[in-house]
């Protein structure tokens, strides 16, 4: 089960954001402009599937001066960014920090 | 557990189903729930990628062993491939050079250390242990 529901500053993300859910979730993506922001704090489970689409719009935003934003990332999904060395490339706030 | 994927993305949801049960039914420590989901995942979406051509359900087993879970993936008609044989993605680069994709291999090498490749009669058969300390990268 994947969601994703539209706000102010981007997009808030809940469920698993997995190879069968990545389509559903880049039309969203593709729709932002600016700088954005992507709440993570209700997403369970990304796999490199959904890691690309943040990647793609990431790297669509950053051509324009802008770029995403990873907040209330939990634990589980901090380590995956940093497996893929995404910590790198976004601002990435984990879940208890505050946004 | 045995279970038979038909060669779609869907089939996923029956994958957590799947290891859902297994976890449910027996004492695995919660830290394997991720590293079995991602790896069991990236695998399946490999098959599927590179035997388009391929007719017959992938064959999915999970089995609990001594100190984790032991699961393979087998595709009965493929071509040979095995995964060790995509190089490795670096992910060092700057945005503008991160390429999008090829991070799977690369994060199931991370959470489940090597992935197991056996070839015999078109079928190609992957599997990994995952264990609550890695066993080997």
């Known amino acids: 089960m994947f969601e994703v529901h539209p706000d102010s500053n981007g997009l808030r993300l809940a469920g698993r954001l997995d190879a069968a859910a990545a389509p559903l979730a880049e039309p969203h993506f593709e729709a932002l402009s600016g700088a954005a922001e992507v709440d993570l704090a209700n997403l369970e489970y990304i796999s490199s599937a959904g890691l690309g689409v943040l990647l793609k719009a990431h790297k ?10 990873l907040v209330q990332v939990s634990p589980h999904i901090v380590e995956i960014l940093h497996f893929s060395g995404f910590d790198m490339l976004f601002e990435v706030v984990p879940a208890s920090d505050p946004a | 557990m045995k279970l038979s994927l038909r060669r779609e993305l869907g089939e996923i949801e029956r994958i957590v189903a799947a290891r859902r049960s297994l976890f449910a039914a027996s004492d695995l420590p919660d830290a394997l729930i991720y590293p079995v989901d991602l790896a069991t995942e990236e695998l399946f979406v490999n098959m599927l990628r590179h035997n388009q051509q391929g007719q017959g359900p992938i064959t999915l087993e999970l089995e609990v062993v001594a100190g984790g879970v032991r699961v393979s993936l087998a595709d009965h ?43 015999h009669n078109r079928c190609n058969t992957l599997s990994f242990m995952a264990r609550e300390e890695p066993t080997d990268v």
């Open chain 1, 60 to 69: 669509r935003l950053s051509a324009g001066g802008a770029g995403l934003r």
């Open chain 2, 77 to 119: 008609d493929a071509e040979p491939f095995d995964p060790a044989s995509v190089p490795p993605v670096d992910i060092s680069r700057p945005l503008n050079e991160r390429q999008i994709g090829g991070l799977g291999l690369h994060l199931v090498r991370q959470l489940v250390g090597s992935v197991h490749y056996h070839y």
